[in-house]
Protein backbone atom coordinates (compact mmCIF):
# COMPACT_ATOMS: atom_id res chain seq x y z
CA UNK A 1 0.00 0.00 0.00
CA UNK A 2 1.80 3.16 -1.47
CA UNK A 3 1.90 6.49 0.61
CA UNK A 4 0.58 8.63 -1.73
CA UNK A 5 -3.24 10.25 -2.67
CA UNK A 6 -5.02 8.85 -5.05
CA UNK A 7 -6.76 11.49 -6.06
CA UNK A 8 -4.12 14.85 -5.99
CA UNK A 9 -1.29 12.24 -5.50
CA UNK A 10 0.55 13.96 -2.74
CA UNK A 11 3.54 12.02 -1.68
CA UNK A 12 6.23 12.11 1.55
CA UNK A 13 8.49 15.32 1.01
CA UNK A 14 11.78 15.52 2.17
CA UNK A 15 12.80 18.33 4.94
CA UNK A 16 15.06 18.29 8.45
CA UNK A 17 14.63 17.66 11.85
CA UNK A 18 16.40 20.18 14.09
CA UNK A 19 17.26 19.52 17.55
CA UNK A 20 17.72 22.71 19.75
CA UNK A 21 19.41 22.99 23.18
CA UNK A 22 18.91 26.12 25.79
CA UNK A 23 16.57 28.32 27.28
CA UNK A 24 14.80 31.38 25.27
CA UNK A 25 15.58 34.43 25.86
CA UNK A 26 12.25 35.78 26.43
CA UNK A 27 11.81 33.01 29.17
CA UNK A 28 15.43 34.55 30.71
CA UNK A 29 17.86 32.58 29.14
CA UNK A 30 21.16 33.34 26.72
CA UNK A 31 18.84 31.77 23.89
CA UNK A 32 18.59 28.34 22.42
CA UNK A 33 21.17 26.94 20.05
CA UNK A 34 20.90 24.05 17.67
CA UNK A 35 22.87 20.99 17.95
CA UNK A 36 21.59 18.57 15.18
CA UNK A 37 20.51 18.46 11.85
CA UNK A 38 18.99 15.31 10.66
CA UNK A 39 16.78 14.40 7.63
CA UNK A 40 13.06 13.19 7.68
CA UNK A 41 10.21 12.37 5.72
CA UNK A 42 6.73 14.12 6.12
CA UNK A 43 3.81 11.84 5.36
CA UNK A 44 0.43 13.25 4.13
CA UNK A 45 -2.15 12.96 6.64
CA UNK A 46 -3.97 9.57 4.34
CA UNK A 47 -7.47 7.86 4.91
CA UNK A 48 -9.11 5.60 3.91
CA UNK A 49 -12.58 6.35 2.69
CA UNK A 50 -15.25 4.15 1.03
CA UNK A 51 -16.71 6.20 -2.28
CA UNK A 52 -19.43 5.27 -4.65
CA UNK A 53 -18.04 4.97 -8.22
CA UNK A 54 -19.62 6.30 -11.28
CA UNK A 55 -20.86 2.69 -12.27
CA UNK A 56 -22.77 2.83 -8.49
CA UNK A 57 -20.00 0.60 -7.02
CA UNK A 58 -18.52 1.42 -3.73
CA UNK A 59 -14.72 0.97 -3.68
CA UNK A 60 -11.92 1.79 -0.73
CA UNK A 61 -9.29 4.06 -1.66
CA UNK A 62 -6.80 6.24 0.31
CA UNK A 63 -6.50 9.95 -0.05
CA UNK A 64 -5.38 12.92 2.22
CA UNK A 65 -7.16 14.79 4.21
CA UNK A 66 -7.21 18.33 1.85
CA UNK A 67 -9.12 16.44 -0.55
CA UNK A 68 -11.48 15.45 1.71
CA UNK A 69 -12.12 18.67 2.90
CA UNK A 70 -12.39 20.10 -0.58
CA UNK A 71 -14.91 17.48 -1.46
CA UNK A 72 -13.04 16.22 -4.46
CA UNK A 73 -14.24 12.51 -3.52
CA UNK A 74 -17.74 12.10 -2.75
CA UNK A 75 -18.54 9.87 0.12
CA UNK A 76 -20.55 6.77 -0.05
CA UNK A 77 -24.48 7.14 0.61
CA UNK A 78 -25.66 4.98 3.34
CA UNK A 79 -28.78 3.91 3.89
CA UNK A 80 -30.85 4.92 6.97
CA UNK A 81 -30.76 1.85 9.01
CA UNK A 82 -33.50 2.86 11.27
CA UNK A 83 -36.18 4.85 9.06
CA UNK A 84 -39.48 4.51 10.81
CA UNK A 85 -42.65 3.67 8.35
CA UNK A 86 -45.87 5.18 9.19
CA UNK A 87 -49.42 3.38 8.55
CA UNK A 88 -51.63 5.55 6.20
CA UNK A 89 -54.28 5.03 8.82
CA UNK A 90 -51.84 7.05 11.45
CA UNK A 91 -51.35 10.94 11.34
CA UNK A 92 -48.00 12.18 10.47
CA UNK A 93 -46.11 12.77 13.49
CA UNK A 94 -45.81 16.69 12.63
CA UNK A 95 -49.33 17.52 12.14
CA UNK A 96 -49.87 15.69 15.40
CA UNK A 97 -47.48 18.24 17.25
CA UNK A 98 -49.05 21.08 15.89
CA UNK A 99 -52.66 19.94 17.01
CA UNK A 100 -51.72 19.64 20.43
CA UNK A 101 -49.58 22.88 20.59
CA UNK A 102 -52.68 24.53 19.15
CA UNK A 103 -55.01 23.04 22.17
CA UNK A 104 -52.47 23.89 24.78
CA UNK A 105 -52.89 27.52 23.65
CA UNK A 106 -56.13 27.44 23.52
CA UNK A 107 -56.67 26.12 27.04
CA UNK A 108 -53.94 28.63 28.31
CA UNK A 109 -55.76 31.70 26.94
CA UNK A 110 -59.16 30.49 28.69
CA UNK A 111 -57.17 30.54 31.82
CA UNK A 112 -57.63 34.37 33.89
CA UNK A 113 -54.66 36.00 34.40
CA UNK A 114 -54.09 36.67 38.04
CA UNK A 115 -50.95 39.16 39.16
CA UNK A 116 -49.25 38.50 42.61
CA UNK A 117 -46.72 41.64 43.92
CA UNK A 118 -44.85 39.27 45.63
CA UNK A 119 -45.93 40.71 48.97
CA UNK A 120 -47.98 38.59 51.79
Do not use: W
Amino acid sequence: MSRVCEICGKGRSLGNSVETRGKAKYLGGVGTKVTGITRRAFLPNLQNVRTTTANGTSKTIRICTQCVRSGAVRKQVKIAPFRVTHDAEAAPVGKTAVTKRATVKKTAAKQPVTKTTGKK
